[in-house]
T-cell receptor, first 109, second 113 residues
Framework: TQLLEQSPQFLSIQEGENLTVYCNSS?????LQWYRQEPGEGPVLLVT?????EVKKLKRLTFQFGDARKDSSLHITAAQTGDTGLYLCAGVGYSTLTFGKGTMLLVSP | GAVVSQHPSRVICKSGTSVKIECRSLDFQATTMFWYRQFPKKSLMLMAT?????????EQGVEKDKFLINHASLTLSTLTVTSAHPEDSSFYICSARAYGEQFFGPGTRLTVL
């Protein structure tokens, strides 16, 4: 069974602070995705990382895929209240996604 | 991007009744759809893979007679929670694969009294 561990599980910060969320797997995935989910809604895809060592930037969000393709990180610079939500990493398998347990981020003004 | 809708968005029912949740792909055809369950502030757990024209594939521990899945067309999959109990209360999310990625519906909040 492929497992994805995310840390921290919960993060409460002030607007303007930086933060990093980690996603670690016991297995290698062909690619890894990060989603953001707001309360009462479905997850929305933020990024897909495919190549070991890959770094992708999406405005204030920076995503890294580990060289061994077993771990990934999401770094947010100068967090805003609109960044509040549940961040999920997901390993892409042959036909399904395996989700991590998620990191609940709360950004206060 | 592709759009996936769910109906209803929220449903409250009495214990013992059955509830049907619809998942539609609005602007694309989906031979495969996925049903997830999510508890408060927790991750998504895959329940089953819905295949158009054939039986659904259930994950280990998910009762197929309890959670009936029907994928009658390329744009519609339904999940019926039969004889619902309070422990079935949860957020149910469907997704469909298109253009190489999965798109998620907005979810259905089920509350069983």
């Amino acid at each position: 069974t492929q497992l994805l561990e995310q840390s921290p599980q919960f993060l409460s910060i002030q607007e303007g602070e930086n933060l990093t969320v980690y996603c670690n797997s016991s297995s290698v995935f062909s690619s890894l995705q990060w989603y953001r989910q707001e309360p009462g809604e479905g997850p929305v895809l933020l990024v897909t990382v495919v190549t070991g060592g890959e770094v992708k930037k999406l405005k204030r969000l920076t995503f890294q895929f580990g060289d061994a393709r077993k771990d990934s990180s999401l770094h947010i610079t100068a967090a805003q209240t609109g960044d509040t939500g549940l961040y999920l990493c997901a390993g892409v398998g042959y036909s399904t996604l395996t989700f991590g347990k998620g990191t609940m981020l709360l950004v206060s003004p | 991007g592709a759009v996936v809708s769910q109906h209803p968005s929220r449903v409250i029912c009495k214990s013992g009744t059955s509830v049907k949740i619809e998942c539609r792909s609005l602007d694309f055809q989906a031979t495969t759809m996925f049903w997830y369950r999510q508890f408060p502030k927790k991750s998504l757990m895959l329940m089953a893979t819905s295949n158009e024209g054939s039986k659904a594939t259930y994950e280990q521990g998910v009762e197929k007679d309890k959670f009936l899945i029907n994928h009658a067309s390329l744009t519609l999959s339904t999940l019926t929670v039969t004889s619902a109990h309070p422990e079935d209360s949860s957020f149910y999310i469907c997704s469909a694969r298109a253009y190489g990625e999965q798109f998620f519906g907005p979810g259905t909040r089920l509350t069983v009294l």
